[in-house]
T-cell receptor
């Protein structure tokens, strides 16, 4: 039982490049979400999903896309990376809604040059 | 605007000592409040979850309190250990359940 896994752990991009951050969970959780964590700021919600085929925007969705084709996977796509997207990205899951205990992945540290 | 403020920003204590971290919030409507522990380079891990009707909740050496009237919470760590060195994050969830407001965390360092 791996819990929540994220790949890659580290990534460096040039401005304008695109990439996908992967998130997978084996806990059969319906609720999945993506956050970014920046120095001096609390975690901020980018996008979330309450189940396969359903996604919605969070607090800071601009520049990011998501899809949820299966219960297990919730990839986050950066369409055209910008230096402002340099951050640590966390995927989180919970069994039903965001009111249940959330389990966070180990994070992906992204640097955009 | 929903806000969660934590104090102190950072704290250094000696191993074996107790400490208390503070969280004040202006989130409304309130659903529940959580404390997370985040080790360096890792994702946050849940310590406690408290609803409106709960005043105290413990998890081993961690005890969280909630005063919904004053909109304050505290996390008390007893007999600190080196492994307690981490960032402690307070999170408040609104009544609808889909909005989480995170504090910026208290960075705790436990020294010998």
């Amino acid at each position: 039982n791996a819990g929540v896994t994220q790949t890659p752990k580290f990534q460096v991009l040039k401005t304008g490049q695109s990439m996908t951050l992967q998130c997978a969970q084996d806990m059969n959780h319906e609720y999945m979400s993506w956050y970014r964590q920046d120095p001096g700021m609390g975690l901020r919600l980018i996008h979330y999903s309450v189940g396969a085929g359903i996604t919605d925007q969070g607090e800071v969705p601009n520049g990011y896309n998501v899809s949820r084709s299966t219960t297990e996977d919730f990839p986050l796509r950066l369409l055209s990376a910008a230096p402002s997207q340099t951050s640590v990205y966390f995927c989180a899951t919970s069994s039903a809604t965001s009111t249940d205990t959330q389990y966070f992945g180990p994070g992906t540290r992204l640097t955009v040059l | 605007k929903n806000q969660v403020e934590q104090s102190p920003q950072s704290l250094i204590i000696l191993e074996g000592k107790n400490c208390t971290l503070q969280c004040n919030y202006t989130v409304s409507p309130f659903s529940n409040l959580r404390w997370y522990k985040q080790d360096t380079g890792r994702g946050p891990v849940s310590l406690t979850i408290m609803t409106f009707s709960e005043n105290t909740k413990s998890n081993g050496r961690y005890t969280a309190t909630l005063d919904a009237d004053t909109k304050q919470s505290s996390l008390h760590i007893t007999a600190s250990q080196l492994s307690d060195s981490a960032s402690y994050i307070c999170v408040v969830i609104t009544g609808g359940g889909n909005k989480l407001t995170f504090g910026t965390g208290t960075q705790l360092k436990v020294e010998l």
